[in-house]
């Protein structure tokens, strides 16, 4: 197990322009600034973007909340980012996804019982980070079945989500003491 490279730092060893953003934070971390905060916070601008992303991708998507959820845990489970993996598994099972998806996407499965809009958000999301494309079948039937607006903010999650898996990975984050410090089995390779 690594050591984290930016642990949660308290609010006095923070510049003043960290300590703003990092106000910010805490109206809507369950993390406090620990997390991909830690890192974040080095760079408070990017920081203070982030939530703005955030806060759009987490409460004002035109997706269904459980389609956005999926849409993460598939993330995560692609990149093996086990932090965002113990963060978003609770979310997405608040918000409906079915506990079959999930242990199927933990591990790495393709899950085997899928609604029609789960399944296109599921492909979607593979072409998109897994095969590096999205094939026109693929686009279309999201569109048809979703509308360009969810559609796009399923695009804007995937994006998102790999961006948050970056900073994750970078900084070595992981759960915190007290939770599995891998709750998805690692599936890439060194």
Do not use: C, N
């Not at 991708?57 to 993996?85: F, V």
């Not at 789960?118 to 492909?123: F, H, M, N």
């Not at 994750?168 to 984050?173: C, E, S």
């Amino acid at each position: 197990m690594h050591t984290p490279r930016f642990p949660a730092p308290a609010m006095e060893q923070l510049t003043q322009t960290q300590q703003a953003v990092a106000r910010e934070v805490l109206k809507q971390s369950s993390a406090g600034l620990g997390g991909p905060y830690g890192m974040l916070l080095k760079s408070p601008e990017l920081l203070r973007r982030y939530l703005a992303m955030t806060d759009y991708l987490r409460q004002r998507t035109s997706l269904p909340l459980h389609l956005k959820e999926m849409a993460i845990l598939i993330e995560a489970r692609l990149w093996d980012a086990q932090y965002e993996w113990w963060a978003h598994e609770p979310i997405a099972r608040r918000e409906g996804l079915s506990e079959a998806i999930i242990e199927d996407l933990r591990q790495g499965r393709r899950p085997a019982a899928m609604r029609a809009d789960e399944e296109v958000v599921y492909d979607l999301v593979v072409e998109l980070l897994r095969d590096r494309q999205l094939s026109d079948a693929t686009f279309h039937r999201a569109v048809e079945m979703l509308g360009e607006q969810q559609t796009v903010d399923l695009v804007a999650t995937a994006g998102f989500y790999v961006f948050v898996s970056t900073v994750i990975i970078a900084g070595r984050v992981v759960p915190p003491p007290g939770h599995p410090a891998q709750p998805m089995p690692e599936l890439l390779k060194a």
